[in-house]
């Protein structure tokens, strides 16, 4: 592996889907359609992939030793030699740099958002992930800044708060799944991993997925028929069940088939769940633009 390609491969452009979190404040407050919001949001998009791909140089400098002791992780290319610690660090800069500066030249507030994003990353890699339940809402934090930043650059005149309220919900979800994935997979090897894992059951996880799940539902629902930005037709109501079934259907993957992960990485792994999600996004767009 060369350099380029392991410095590629640190930066995760699979993981690169969870920014897609930027195009809500465009697609709910009805810009979907303009073509100026329409790239300068693409153009956050591809900043952010590179401000997060800065985030898991980081996070991989600073587990290094770690990651060593997990049985997937080792054979990250920081973790397994094939990259050096220096080489990691000018990437991380040099990504860093160029998208806070590009991010100021397309709006200073989604600067600000992106550089907000990045020191909470820093100091979840050295101090919140250490830090019971803080840190599976910090990892939630990100995504709502990732809508924040989306949010600042559209210039949103009519997107519900209770999207805010709906995506921390899930993000939530997403960061509690991981933390699940975690502990079953390393089972009597969590603490050598991840410290933070000893303060975590798979029972107690399994109340806050519960208990997340339930509040996602009722929070979306009530977005649907109450928000002022919506058809006045209440025809979003009936994303309900679209939703209802892609949180069941996650639900039984991790419970039942024993699959484990987050949604955003079991959503390409589970047809049903893919296709669900896409289901729901084009009945989403639909419903508000025709």
């Known amino acids: 592996m060369s350099t380029l390609q392991a410095i590629l491969k640190t930066m995760r452009p699979k993981q690169w889907t969870k920014n897609i979190f930027v ?5 709910f407050d009805g810009k979907l359609t303009r073509p100026g919001p329409l790239l300068k949001v693409t153009a956050l998009f591809a900043l952010f992939c590179l401000i997060s791909s800065s985030v898991y140089l980081l996070n991989d400098l600073a587990d290094i030793e770690k990651d060593r002791a997990h049985p997937k992780k080792r054979h990250r290319p920081l973790a397994s030699g094939a990259l050096k610690p220096a ?3 000018i990437a991380l800069l040099v990504l860093m740099s160029f998208s806070l500066i590009a991010a100021y030249w397309l709006d200073p507030a989604a600067a ?6 990045f020191v909470m990353n820093v100091a979840y890699s050295f101090w ?5 339940i803080l840190d599976v809402l910090t990892i939630a934090a990100g995504f709502v800044l990732r809508v924040a930043a989306g949010a600042a650059v559209v210039h949103v005149e ?3 708060p209770w999207l805010y309220v709906c995506i921390t919900l899930g993000a939530l979800l997403i960061a509690l799944g991981k933390r699940r994935a975690e502990l079953m997979a390393l089972e009597d090897g969590a603490r050598a991993h991840r410290a933070i894992l000893e303060e975590y059951t798979i029972n107690f996880l399994d109340h806050l997925i519960s ?10 629902s009530l977005y649907t028929f109450s928000a002022h930005n919506l058809p006045q037709n209440h025809l979003m109501m009936l994303t309900v069940p ?8 996650y639900l039984y993957l991790i419970h039942v088939r024993q699959l484990g992960g987050a949604p955003d990485e079991l959503i390409f792994k589970d047809k049903p769940l893919f296709i ?15």
Do not use: D, E, P
């Open 23 to 27: 195009f809500a404040a465009l697609v």
């Open 87 to 89: 080489y990691a660090v």
């Open 112 to 117: 600000l958002v992106l550089a907000t994003y």
């Open 128 to 132: 919140l992930k250490h830090m019971v």
């Open 158 to 160: 009519r997107f519900s």
């Open 211 to 220: 208990l997340t799940t339930g509040a996602t539902i009722v929070t979306y």
């Open 242 to 249: 679209i939703l209802i079934y892609f949180l069941f259907r």
């Open 276 to 290: 669900s999600a896409i289901f729901w996004a084009l009945a989403a767009v639909i419903i508000l633009y025709l």
